[in-house]
């Protein structure tokens, strides 16, 4: 019984998470690509419990300037001065996501389901066209997105936040 | 299963060895020990195992079936099918005879060997380990493993220990089984499937039945023969209690399908608990009561054998230590091979092998030492058998591995198998009770197993293997006694979790259906995340060396290496203006005029500067010409010098020229400007030299320094009778024909308007008039041969004295405007106005008729005077007189002197009134017939002027008297005189010729009665004479022209003495004159 407080909060998605394309002209760049799903948090430690509530409170929304913000600090943070060394590029990528999904998990944006998505590619002068799209309900849920580029690498990060009912 | 088998291995390897140490240790005690526990077992086989020895048979019969099948696979499933029922019927008849012998002693636990039967199905890997463990010498202990499998309740130690010991092949097992099901399950029903699992189960067996003959060489025989036997008393019990069979096998059927699912869901995992729940349920079910009985005495029994089995597996242990792994494989292969040659000739030969085998059995049985000898005699008398055997060891390797997949199939085509057999019996027994209770009874047993296992199936299979899997670990004596329960206890945990999730997703779907009704879920719009555009190869090239510590450079190469010129010298300009024609002082100018002299040169007038080089030219060529004439005459002309007294040199004028040939020369005239340019007319030639110019006179204009040629050849058609320069200047000629009219010509024009005529290679041009009066100005024009033309030149003799700049003055105004005179014989005298225009028209004008296309020369009749009017009337009684020539008073150009044929010269004025005298007249008689043939104004004084006249008489006349001052008659001898000419350098001075070619020379000073000197030229007579010289310039050359009838024209340069004038010679003629007056 316990079960049904844990189990709190409906995924309404069958909901399609972001779902992401990135497509590369032919050429020998390479691409990273790491996404990190937290689960919904009501309070800090907390699951999220039924309410009749079907949206978010205007200050617990998913605000997509901070968490901009916040994306493009952690991206200068780690990839100032970096280049592409595919070593290390993979660690980088998974690094980034949890760092983006901590610091926008400090937002306490409840109820929110984030889906954090990093992308770090060579650059070597292909062209790169990414673009995502979500099933999902315009009026809560939302995304932010941040690139970096410098000489050697390009990195999208993008945030998704998922409302849970 | 797995398990089961593996612990058939090992317990054949240990039985082998307990076997052999027994065997060595106690020797034949052993074998009653043997027999013994055999008899024993072989109640208990019986009891327990009664089907293992049918499917003994069975498995002989596949054996066969297989090799059949390998000689024609085609026939496989046919024969499988029928030979199969066959040899059962066979060997159920076969068995018949004992089977009642037999009966007695198995009646105690037929059910409970019929349920054993009917969960053959289930259970067959263990009733095969059964078989190979109740074949083996240790029968006992094979029983007690049987019993293990069946109850494994009794001996937890046992149990446990073995357990332990083959856990983990079990696992592996097991994990292997889950594998190999899920491939499985797609076969179950098929067919060949079911063979193939046949061919494996028999491989199984065949293994089975190799450990049983490696562990029990001894005991084969026997064994086969106790085999036998369990079969025909089993068939004998199946016979019987076919009634009972048949009901349990359509249960069991059903059942088999039941567990169908029970296997996937648990038995894997799990044979222990599960075949004690499998097998326990249905005796829980039937017969409860039974199976505590024989549970019971199963204990006793696997009690007594599991103290025996310790022994040997300690006795295994120790043995196991000291023998070698080669030995063994030996060993081990070698059994393998024994059953398998056996095999054939049991499948062959069938009962006939089976039957003598025993016997032999039972030879061997007492001698355990010729085992092994025997073993090898049987191995070499196989050797031909090992071919075949080969393949099917690597078979039975392979069955090892796989025999687990197919038990399934296995029991499925067991199933078939026995339900055939059920059919079989049911229709060859009677079909007798099948009571409906029975049946309902199956079919809620059927429902209940269906429904149980589909709670099983609904829960998770993960979570129910953990607890499968867990718990036989835990509680092995539990899971043993509350076997039957336990089931239950997993389905009910499992479906309460299935309960659980299903509610919690239940809930959540009706919350998200609920919600989903408010909520409204889109496809957003896609967002572009990142568009970075591929970089050109510049981009690309600047990006990676275009940055740091790089430079770009450029070098040109020669191939591109472009060669040009330009002008890098600065062009000099200097601004400077200029006009035309040049007016003013200044006539050109600019920035940087600096040089004032040039400006002034330049100031100088043009026309001045022409004039000038016009001059200065002719100068040179004058001088040109006097070398060369200087040479000539020292040559040629030099000895003709002495041709006149008065002269001391003479000169020619070249007139020995083509178109002057043989033309007479006609009239001489300077001009009164330029004293050396000369106009010489000359008259129609003789003879034609020129067929051109044939009808024409020739006016030519010579310069006196230049004989060579004329200067210019003027034409005219008419004769002339009189010609004449214009007043100012050598640049216009006038003259007079006789047919009245006036022409003139402008020797400035161009000779490109004229026609030029090529004569002797040189060429010439001939000037046709500018201006003619002829046929133009009929009502003013002359009707009458013209016999004087003289310009009016008022400026000249005007400006009288002022001799050299009068000259600059008359040549600087250019005064081309002034009025010529002409008069006829009939006394009129005309006045022109010579007018130039200003532009010449090379079409001609239309106005001016008489003038040349293109010239600038025209007269303008300005007034007509008719002498006759001066004549007093008593003189025109005779007729108005012939007028002959013409002078106009060198200092006043109004008065004229007009020469008649009467001997008087008329004085006339052009207007005013009349000045006295009127006439002069000779001194004699007033009025004769005499021509006055000339008029000369003396150069000096001009008071005084000479008259000649036809009857050789001189007079010298001052304009003042109408009586000459003086009056020679004789002079000539009579002869007319032609020409009288004052000398232009001495006043007393004159020249005179008569008509005889006679020159008298006059001196007034010296002599004024007669001339001082006289010249006669008979041989070429002179027609016409003319004098040069200035009266400006005495010390200059003067000279007289003379015109020779043969046309040549010579200059005779008088002497010193006749040129020179005297001191005060003008005062003392003065006075002699006034003297003789």
Redesign the interface.
């Known amino acids: 019984m316990s079960?049904?407080k844990l189990?709190g909060g409906?995924?309404?998605?069958a909901?399609v998470y972001p779902r992401?394309q990135?497509r590369v002209?032919p050429g020998g760049a390479e691409v990273r690509r790491v996404a990190v799903v937290t689960e919904p948090v009501a309070k800090v430690g907390k699951m999220a419990e039924?309410t009749y509530n079907?949206r978010p409170a205007f200050q617990h929304r998913f605000k997509t300037e901070i968490v901009k913000g916040k994306i493009n600090n952690v991206l200068k943070e780690e990839l100032s001065n970096k280049s592409y060394d595919p070593e290390e590029i993979p660690n980088m990528t998974r690094k980034i996501a949890e760092a983006i999904k901590t610091e926008v998990k400090e937002c306490a944006f409840e109820r929110y389901k984030l889906v954090v998505q990093v992308?770090i590619g060579e650059?070597r002068?292909?062209?790169?066209?990414?673009?995502?799209?979500?099933?999902?309900?315009?009026?809560t849920d939302n995304?932010a997105?941040e690139?970096y580029?410098n000489?050697s690498l390009?990195c999208?990060a993008?945030a998704f936040g998922c409302y849970y009912? | 299963m797995r398990s089961s088998k593996g612990k058939t291995k090992d317990d054949t390897w240990k039985s082998e060895e307990l076997l052999k140490h027994i065997k060595a240790a106690q020797g034949d005690h052993t074998d009653d020990n043997d027999k013994k526990s055999r008899e024993k077992k072989r109640h208990k086989d019986e009891a327990s195992t009664g089907s293992s020895d049918s499917r003994e048979h069975r498995h002989r019969e596949r054996e066969r079936d297989k090799e059949r099948e390998r000689e024609r696979d085609k026939d496989r499933v046919r024969n499988k099918g029928k030979e199969r029922d066959g040899d059962r019927h066979k060997e159920r008849e076969h068995e018949k005879v004992p089977k009642k012998v037999k009966s007695e002693e198995r009646d105690k636990e037929k059910k409970q060997e019929k349920e054993r039967e009917k969960h053959k199905n289930r259970d067959r890997d263990k009733e095969k380990d059964r078989e190979g463990e109740l074949d083996c010498s240790a029968d006992q202990r094979a029983r007690n493993k049987d019993k293990e499998r069946n109850s494994n309740t009794e001996r937890p130690t046992n149990r446990g220990h073995e357990s332990e010991r083959h856990r983990d092949k079990d696992k592996e097992r097991d994990k292997k089984k889950e594998r190999d099901k899920l491939q499985e399950k797609a076969k179950e029903k098929d067919e060949i499937g079911d063979q193939r699992s046949k061919h494996r189960q028999r491989k199984d067996k065949v293994s089975n039945c190799a450990s049983e003959n490696l562990d029990l060489p001894k005991d084969d025989k026997n064994e086969e023969k106790e085999r036998k036997h369990r079969e025909r008393k089993d068939k004998e019990g199946r016979s019987t209690e076919n009634s009972e069979e048949s009901k349990e096998k359509k249960r069991r059927s059903s059942e088999v399908k039941d567990e169908d699912h029970d296997r996937r869901y648990k038995e894997r995992k799990e044979h222990g608990p599960r075949d004690g729940h499998r097998e326990k349920r249905p005796k829980e079910r039937k017969e409860p009561g039974q199976e505590g009985r024989v549970e019971e005495t199963e204990k006793k029994r696997r009690e007594r054998k599991d103290k025996e089995s310790k022994e040997d597996e300690k006795k295994h242990r120790y043995k196991d230590i000291k023998e070698q792994s080669g030995k063994k494989k030996k060993e081990r292969r070698s059994v393998q091979e024994v059953p398998n040659e056996r095999r054939p000739k049991g499948s062959t030969v069938e009962q006939v092998a089976c039957q003598e085998k025993p016997t032999e059995s039972l030879s061997e049985e007492s001698t355990s030492g010729l085992q092994s000898t025997w073993r090898s005699s049987w191995i070499g008398l196989n050797d031909d058998d090992a071919l075949v055997e080969g393949e099917e060891i690597a078979m039975d390797s392979q069955s090892t591995i796989e025999s687990s997949n197919y038990e399934d199939d296995f029991e499925d085509y067991e199933d078939d198998f026995e339900d055939d057999e059920c059919e079989d019996e049911e229709v060859e027994q009677e079909k007798e009770e099948m009571p409906a209770r029975q049946r309902a009874e199956i079919e809620e047993i059927k429902k209940a197993i269906s429904a149980e296992n589909e709670q099983i199936r609904a829960t998770q299979t993960r979570s129910n293997r953990k607890t499968y899997e867990e718990e036989p670990k835990r509680d092995f004596e539990i899971s043993q006694t509350s076997g039957p329960s336990r089931g239950t206890f997993i389905d009910f945990v499992a479906a309460k979790q299935r309960e659980?999730s299903s509610k919690?997703a239940s809930?959540?779907k009706k919350?998200?259906v609920e919600?989903?009704r408010?909520?409204?879920?889109?496809?957003?719009?896609?967002?572009?995340?990142?568009?970075?555009?591929?970089?050109n190869e510049y981009?690309?090239y600047i990006?990676n060396f275009g940055r740091t510590n790089t430079k770009q450079a450029f070098v040109q190469c020669n191939e591109d290496n472009v060669d040009r010129e330009s002008q890098t010298d600065e062009l000099d300009t200097v601004e400077k203006w200029t006009q035309h024609p040049g007016e003013g002082s200044l006539v050109c100018g600019g920035v940087n005029v600096s040089d004032a002299s040039s400006s002034v040169a330049t100031n100088v007038d043009s026309r001045r500067l022409t004039n000038f080089l016009k001059s200065a030219c002719q100068v040179i060529a004058v001088l040109l010409e006097e070398d060369q004439a200087e040479y000539q005459a020292s040559q040629n002309i030099q000895s003709k010098t002495a041709s006149l007294s008065v002269s001391d040199g003479c000169s020619q004028l070249n007139t020995n020229l083509p178109f002057l040939h043989g033309r007479k020369v006609l009239c001489l005239r300077f001009s009164q400007v330029q004293r050396q340019t000369l106009l010489s007319v000359h008259s129609l030639p003789k003879e034609p030299g020129v067929a051109q110019l044939a009808s024409n006179y020739i006016i030519c204009v010579w310069n006196i320094w230049e004989p060579s040629a004329p200067q210019k050849v003027l034409v005219c058609e008419s004769e002339v009778q009189c010609c004449c320069f214009g007043p100012g200047n050598a640049i216009s000629v006038f003259a007079g024909t006789v047919d009245g009219s006036v022409i003139a010509w402008d020797l400035r024009e161009h000779s490109i308007i004229h026609y030029s005529l090529q004569i002797g290679g040189q060429e010439w041009i001939l000037r046709n008039p500018t201006f003619s009066t002829d046929g133009v100005l009929a009502a003013v024009n002359h009707s009458c041969a013209v016999k004087a033309v003289d310009p009016v030149s008022s400026a000249y003799f005007d400006n009288h004295g002022a001799g050299l700049s009068l000259l600059a003055s008359q040549e600087g105004s250019s005064g081309l405007s002034f009025q010529l005179a002409s008069l006829d014989e009939s006394g009129l005298l005309n006045l022109w106005v010579v007018v130039e225009l200003q532009k010449a028209d090379l079409a001609g004008s239309l106005t001016d008729l008489g003038l040349i296309p293109g010239g600038k020369i025209k007269l303008i009749h300005s007034s007509s005077i008719n002498v006759n009017s001066f004549f007093p009337r008593n003189l025109m009684q005779l007729g108005p007189p012939q007028t002959l020539s013409i002078r106009f008073l060198p200092s006043d150009p109004n008065h004229f002197f007009i020469g008649t044929d009467i001997g008087l010269v008329s004085h006339g004025t052009r207007h005013g009134l009349q000045t006295a005298p009127k006439l002069y007249k000779p001194q004699m008689n007033s009025v004769r017939p005499v021509q006055v043939t000339c008029i000369d104004f003396c150069h000096f004084g001009k008071t005084m002027f000479l008259v000649g006249c036809s009857d050789g008489t001189i007079r010298l006349h001052s304009v003042a008297t109408d009586h000459p001052i003086l009056q020679w008659n004789e002079s000539t001898q009579g002869r007319p005189i032609q020409t009288v000419l004052w000398a232009l350098t001495r006043p007393g001075m004159f020249f005179v010729l008569d008509e005889s070619s006679h020159i008298y020379v006059w001196d007034l000073l010296q002599n004024d009665s007669k001339p001082v000197a006289e010249e006669s030229l008979q041989l070429d007579r002179i027609t016409t004479i003319a004098i040069l010289g200035d009266p400006e310039k005495p010390s200059a050359s003067s000279g007289l022209m003379l015109a020779k009838q043969s046309g040549a024209i010579e200059i005779q340069y008088l002497k010193k003495q006749w040129s020179e004038p005297h001191l005060n010679e003008l005062e003392t003629l003065h006075y002699i004159l006034q003297k003789t007056i």
Not at chain 1, 125 to 139: P, S
Request: glycine fraction near 2%; include cysteine.
């Open positions: 079960a049904d189990m409906t995924n309404l998605r909901r992401t990135c002209t039924n079907i992308v650059q002068g292909e062209g790169v066209k990414m673009a995502a799209r979500c099933f999902w309900d315009a009026d995304f997105q690139v580029v000489d390009f999208v993008a009912y | 659980i919690v809930k959540q919350r998200s919600l989903l408010l909520i409204d879920l889109d496809f957003s719009v896609t967002f572009s995340m990142l568009d970075l555009p591929p970089l981009d690309v990006k």
